[in-house]
């Protein structure tokens, strides 16, 4: 690709006034309207932020072909439950200079420049345009080639992150589905607070589990904060039916 990627698109309405939801620029000319945000409260002072059309579909797309061929992917094996496994997804590691190093089950990946990949600091402006008061100084990025490939149940509550982490992830390409879980509650800490094993085995019983689920689309964000990576867990399932490959970008804020 010879110059950057653009992202954004033209108003689609050209001299229509601007509808209560669209923002004016400096001149005051009318700006396009801000994506349709949800906001989910998982309570407990963690929040799920989506935003289906945080990208237009034509510039996830040119985003997607980019990234699929220039992306030096690489499927390493790490260590999951005392077994070295193939990580069932393609990935690469960017990140600042100078920055602790990200170690995830056992590897250690190599920390890319963002210098090689003009794209991806143009992505990262968009996002940190989207979520004021962001710091993102490095991005883990995932190629699932299909509906075998997926991440398992975990928390990014790497200390590198601190304990309230923003993490926002950009999709390109196959629809996924994902889903949060809250983390089991320490039975320890009931048991030392008075609490007996019959009257937990009942609590447990009675509580529905909580879980949420997402459906991450072509050119979607959402971002995960406030105590999500404590309190709660992530996947990205295996679905027979997803027969395409989707990519995708987690920019994250490593700790001075
Ligand atoms: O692919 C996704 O949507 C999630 C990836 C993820 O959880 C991770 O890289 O830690
Ligand atoms: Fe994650």
Not at 67 to 72: A, H, T
Not at 102 to 128: C, M, N, T
Not at 182 to 204: C, D, I, V
């Amino acid at each position: 690709m010879a110059s950057r990627l653009r992202l954004g698109q033209p108003n689609p309405n050209p001299g229509l006034s601007p509808s209560p939801g669209e923002r004016k620029g400096e001149e005051g000319e009318a700006r396009k309207p801000e994506p349709r945000r949800e906001v989910t409260d998982l309570g407990g002072g963690s929040e799920v932020v989506h935003i289906p059309r945080f990208m237009s579909r034509e510039t996830a797309w040119e985003m997607f072909e980019h990234l699929d061929k220039r992306i030096p992917w690489t499927r390493p094996t790490i260590r999951v439950f005392g077994r070295s496994v193939v990580q069932p997804r393609d990935t690469c590691y960017v990140a600042d200079k100078g920055l602790t190093d990200l170690r995830y089950s056992g590897h250690q990946p190599h920390a890319h420049s963002w210098d090689d990949f003009p794209v991806l600091k143009d992505i990262l402006k968009e996002v940190h345009e989207a979520l004021p008061g962001s710091h993102f100084n490095s991005l883990l990025l995932n190629r699932y080639k299909g509906g075998s490939d997926y991440v398992s149940w975990h928390a990014d509550d790497e200390p590198l992150y601190g304990p309230t982490p923003e993490i926002a992830s950009v999709t390109f390409g196959c629809e996924r589905e994902f889903l949060l879980r809250k983390k089991p509650t320490n039975t320890k800490s009931q048991a030392a607070a008075g609490e007996s094993g019959e009257t937990a085995r009942k609590r447990l019983k009675a509580s529905a589990p909580q879980q949420h689920s997402f459906l991450l689309k072509h050119g979607s964000l959402l971002v995960m904060r406030g105590y999500t990576q404590r309190d709660w867990q992530h996947a990205v399932p295996k679905r027979a039916r997803a027969a395409s490959t989707r990519i995708n970008l987690t920019f994250r804020r490593v700790l001075p």
